[in-house]
């Protein structure tokens, strides 16, 4: 039980890499707060994993809007009374396009959710953890946010900037008892990595564009979004005490 009694902040949590993350840091005891735009993906989350009402708390939000992220973090403190970690996770990817041919709208979006969703989160919960003078974030960038992506160059954009906001804000609270690290993922089963294969080779080619993904990868398979919750609480830990400001593949090798 790492998290007995911790309170911890999931964003994207209706989603493949959020629920499970949540689901690991309950079983571990925590009071998981899951936000995510979709409140049916919410509640079917909390229901597919028998999480119980007060140990949970389900906020609907749009991270790209400051208003509904300063109302999951007060609704956060109202019900519980604190933050010690906060998995700043929501995300999309953008359109898979050269950016010559890559709509303004679309980079526009992604922006909006991936970059301005991590600020807004990063920023109003930190106002809440300086006060404790305690806590702990994981920023969810991207292997695309350390190495060019061809064709995803509007998402690799907006994970390079979380991985810059991540080093920047660790430096800025790292003597006051908080620290803030990355994940950097790659090619991880979930609904997100079904739109990418669909966005690249088509829909009636998506096996074949999974099996093609899978090679490049030098453990030769996706990840599962469990094994991405288990770096991510080890992040959150007592065991990475003196890791801040640092950014962790968790990608079959595919970095290197
Ligand atoms: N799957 C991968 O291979 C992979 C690799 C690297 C990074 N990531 C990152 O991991 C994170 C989680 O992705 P996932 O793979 O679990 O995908 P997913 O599509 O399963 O989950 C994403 C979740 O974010 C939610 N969301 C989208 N827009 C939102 C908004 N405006 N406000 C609130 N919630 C919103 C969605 O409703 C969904 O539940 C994302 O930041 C993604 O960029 C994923």
Redesign the pocket.
Known sequence: MKFENKVVIV??A?????GQTAKAFYDEGAKVVL????EE?LKETAKKFDFADDRTLLVT????KEDQVINYVNKTVEKFGRIDVFFN?????SAVAKIAENSSANFEKVMS??IN?SFYGLKHVLQVMRKQKSGAVVN?S???GVRGMPELSTYATS?FAVTGMTRSAALEVASENIRINAIA????N????RNIECGCGGEDKQEETYHEFCKVVPMQRYGE?KEVANAVLFLASDEASFITGALLPIDGGYIA
């Open positions: 964003t994207g209706a989603g493949g890499i959020g936000v995510d735009l979709s993906g939000c749009d991270v790209s996770n929501a995300g999309i990817s959710i991936n969703g969810t991207s292997c695309a994970k993922p790659a090619y991880i979930t609904k997100m990595m979004a």
